[in-house]
């Protein structure tokens, strides 16, 4: 895993890309749309003749509303566009290729805007979550960056108002505006996430994955992790096992 968003978009043959401990079986016309948390490996033989683009960014070369739209996925986002979208998404990738080799004043505008509009055409092709733009997108976004870097961390409320600029009441009414959920439920889908990827990626007992995705209490812990993915987290890993 990384600080960055990586889109693979298969253009010939094929690979196995195993997201979270799952593999899914890409092949020509088909892509993945990953997020920073999650834990991910491309397998493939030579006899598969792989023929990809990745695109990789981060979350400050996205606008505000792109962002909000962005944090609003069900990652990893594994789709097959429709062929014309699938030609603009491949247009796109190529001409991010080629500008990324010049070193003009407008390329990285020019890079900025392909990008948007790169992950745009990805996003009307699959289902996401709607919402609507938010005025005062810029400031929780900023508490939505401040979460993510420190979400396994014993953060709160106070640290995120703090951080932000704002009272207690204020950021709580701009992140749920923002996001349509509490900040502790946000917190608390991050830890559940990361601990679900950590239960799918590696062998790290319950307990301790418990405590590396921020939790502090192993029965809240599977308080959360059981009304999220309706199962518990022992359960929902003997079930994947099963799966691989």
Known sequence: WHDYYEIEVVIGGGCDFVIDGIKYELKKGQLC????????????????????????????????????FISKLDFPLVIEPGKKSFERIVKYCQTIVEIQSREDRVSGYYLKNLAECLVMEIMSCSISKKGDVYENSSYARKALEYIKNNFTDEITVDDISKYCGFSKSHMAKLFKDFTGLTIHDYISEMRCRYAKNLILSTDISIMDICFESGFNDYAHFMYAFKNKYHTSPNKYRKTYDIMK
């Open 33 to 68: 749309f990953i997020s920073p948390i999650d834990f991910h490996c491309l397998k493939m033989n030579e006899s598969d003749n792989l023929e990809n683009f990745n695109i990789s960014f981060v979350e400050e070369l996205m606008s505000d509303t792109v962002m909000m």
